[in-house]
């Protein structure tokens, strides 16, 4: 068969800064998925995106031809509304385990497919799986019938969902073509359009624990998204949230576990419970329900009913201890003050290095490992009050995590004024 199109006069016309047709871009997806196109042309073609970007209609076309790589799920049977979040990722992001029972228990369908940690932000999917017996990996049809019985999933998205994204991904993470705005949002909504659902809520973070350091490169990233989101026929919005301080007093798997069922049984730290709320209403706005009391089904108990339905529909004992670290190491305040700053990224790569990540795709993380966080940004202490805990399955990880750690947080004196910056900065709408 003639090929209808030369790969190397695309690069070409991408690295002079030109557009690529529809046709063309479909070819070449659909090439590079083949592997008629190789991995150094495709590379070529990242980094003349990455230098020259691409219009609108490119980057819906390069979505909708790695949508079309693989499988679309279809929800369409269930008769009722499906709504899903996805975060650009964070420390301590933990959002999506109160988050999925607290949306589906006002009856609209969460079909929350996850993925796994890689560096210092965590995996949804990590964290779950800390709770003995829960099980991840979902055929369709369970997630379907989990879907039609308990109203909520969070599980693995299975390889058949966008494969030319996981090929193309893996490209960019050893090209240096990750950062680049086209290719990380059809990326993202590849998936999400192919996992069918409905309505769609970003929360799309910056700050030094983000994927997106700067506001305005995150704030762009979320319109391209919305945009790519609303070209597909979705309900779709973002929330620009700060991740310049990790979320909650927990990072880690179990101990994240843990705090999100104290959240469930109404409790739990603040900016988590904000943040939980905020994207909960956007996500039930957009499916059709308005003014959810959804701070009534936190201490009402129908959030943590549900969790307990999914969590043992997955093979979880809702019930089961979580697993307890078997070494700790107590960081504590050496004078009274007020604690001014808390690095993000450095309390997440701290928390890496004792072990809560992974440092390839393929190593397992450890879930008792992680950090606890006894003081947030403008709580006072005094002299010798634990200011957090370090934990490990191996006392020799406390060295790395410490020296991480080291410049990362700030004690101001005991009368220092604090003001919290806002959590949710941004909504960012059709
Ligand atoms: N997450 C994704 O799924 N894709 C990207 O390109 C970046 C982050």
Redesign the pocket.
Known sequence: MVEPFAAVDLIRRKRDGGALETAEIEWLVRSYTSGYVGDEQMAALAMAIFLNGMERREILDLTRAMVASGERLDFSGLGKPTTDKHS??GVGDKITLPLMPLVASFGVAVPQLS?RGLGHTGGTLDKLESIPGWRAELGNEELHRQLEEVGGVVCAAGAELAPA?KKL?AL?DTTGT?EAIP??AS??MS?KIAEGTGALVLDVKFGSGA?MREQDRARELARTMVELGTDAGLEVSALLTDMNTPLGRTIGNANEVRESVEVLAGGGPADVVELTCALAREMLELAGVRDADVEGHLAGGQAMDLWRRAVRAQGGDPDAALPEPSETHVVRAERDGVLARQDAYAFGLAAWRLGAGRARKQDPVVHTAGIDLHVKPGEPVRAGDPLWTLAAEDGSRFEGALAALEGAWELAGPDASFAAPPLVVERIGA
């Open positions: 650009t990722g993925g994204d991904y960019r990750v290719l990380i990326s993202i998936k994927f």
